[in-house]
């Protein structure tokens, strides 16, 4: 299969998991817009815990500090970042999904 079907392929791949993403992140953002402030119960493995809680102790900063600016840092970002760092796309295209994804982005920004 050539290059630019494979491209091709993969592109359409991004455009579905971005419409299925943006459904379920548009109920979440419209929560989130009723009041200034929402608490959040998040639910990680134990390692993660541990990881969160040791990096914090290295910083100097709360769990809820650093959690709370990593979901805010992630909200901000382009959908197919979104999807990106949350594992929505297929396995197959995950070793050219940088390339993808700053290709779709670069497109995005055209005049």
């Not at 791949?13 to 989130?32: D, K, L, M, P």
């Not at 993660?48 to 805010?72: F, H, P, W």
């Not at 993808?100 to 055209?110: P, Q």
Request: glycine residues 4%.
């Amino acid at each position: 299969m050539s290059q630019r079907i494979v491209s091709m392929i993969a592109l359409d791949r991004i455009n579905r998991v971005r419409r299925r993403f943006r459904y379920t992140y548009t109920s979440v953002t419209s929560i989130s817009m009723a009041s200034s402030r929402v608490i959040m119960r998040l639910e990680v493995l134990p390692e993660a815990k541990k990881k969160i809680t040791d990096y914090c102790s290295r910083v100097g900063m709360t769990q809820v500090a650093t959690n709370s600016r990593l979901v805010e840092w992630l909200s901000q970002q382009p959908d197919v970042i979104q999807a990106g760092v949350l594992g929505l796309y297929p396995g197959d295209i995950r070793d050219e999904l940088p390339f993808l994804i700053l290709k779709h982005i670069a497109h995005a920004h055209r005049p």
